[in-house]
């Protein structure tokens, strides 16, 4: 199987090919994945070096021209190092784009804390109109990506992993999807995340949503979910910052007595850089350690140091 950036280069190449107001900028990071396409389309494939505050700047001056720039590097470069030109020459100018990210929260941890990027979703959630994206398989990053190039002048993020599902989904919109159902509570399982959901829920009375896209959050969704019971208790499990959505569940519960546990990355730093797997286990993120928390939230505890549990009564 391919990965997501693999899947990422290939499809937006053929994009390239059929609509001429695309335009892919980079910054040294993905240039070999578009070599053939910048053969083709020298004027509409532009590498500006590693210089990432240009990239941003370079992409807002295309969407002023009428272009529909797709914006691509690593995601402590994309959106935290060059965040104020994330914010003004897209957000303040009022244009559109794609940013597509790799190397999310911990996806190449050889690189060391400077190529990591927990904060990113919640980063751009401080500004206003960001589409956000998390797909967790390379089928659903295809269908994400087309949807977000063909999106008119909207501003769209597709936060692209090494972590995948073992198979793809259908990808309905911005609505989860009901993957099983229960009455003793929810997890909602966003991207790469729900393969260890479903392995951590076996046997659980829990119903399962999955998110591959979180913003707009889907509170009809979750309120439909959570249906009649009388207190909802409720488990986000996000690949990025511990509690990023956390607020926007409780906004769509705010008629319901519930309980929102928000599990993802840690705050603090883990120095240690070992594998993925590993960063999966030391954030709390594995199968065994997610149905320890989830178990012990469910039981009226607080579901461990690592998630951030938010109550309304």
Do not use: C
């Not at 949807?147 to 597709?158: F, K, P, T």
């Amino acid at each position: 199987m391919d990965t997501m950036r693999e899947r990422f280069a290939a499809v937006t190449s053929r994009l390239l090919d059929e609509d001429p107001r695309l335009a892919v900028v980079l910054a040294d990071i993905g240039v070999d994945g578009f070599a053939g396409a910048a053969r083709a389309h020298p004027e509409r494939v532009i590498n500006v070096g590693i210089r990432e505050q240009l990239l941003l700047g370079v992409g807002g001056g295309l969407a002023l021209a009428g272009m529909r720039p797709v914006v691509h590097t690593f995601a402590s470069f994309l959106v935290e190092r060059a965040f104020e030109q994330v914010k003004l020459d897209f957000g303040h100018q009022g244009t559109g784009g794609v940013l597509v990210s790799a190397g999310g929260s911990y996806d190449w941890p050889a690189g060391g804390f400077t190529h990591m990027a927990p904060g990113d979703v919640a980063l751009l959630d401080t500004l206003d109109g960001w589409t956000v994206h998390v797909p967790g398989h390379p089928d659903e990053a295809e269908t994400l990506l087309r949807h977000a190039a063909a999106a008119g002048d909207d501003r769209v993020y597709v936060r692209l992993s090494a972590q995948v599902n073992g198979a793809p989904r259908a990808v309905a919109g911005d609505r989860f999807e009901t993957v099983r159902e229960g009455r003793a509570g929810v997890v909602v399982a966003v991207g790469p995340m729900l393969d260890p959901v479903l392995a951590a829920v076996e046997g659980m009375d829990l119903t399962v949503l999955y998110a591959t896209t979180v913003r707009p959050f889907d509170g009809r969704t979750l309120r439909a979910a959570v249906g009649s019971q009388r207190a909802a208790e409720v488990v986000l499990v996000e690949p990025y910052l511990a509690g990023t959505s956390t607020a926007a569940a409780n906004d769509a519960l705010a008629e319901v007595p519930h309980r929102v546990l928000g599990l993802g990355v840690a705050r603090r730093e883990l120095r240690r850089y070992g594998t993925i797997e590993e960063h999966l286990a030391g954030q709390g993120l594995d199968p065994a350690s997610l149905r320890t928390r989830i178990s012990g939230f469910l039981n009226g505890g607080s579901g461990g140091s690592a998630g951030a549990a938010v109550e309304a009564r």
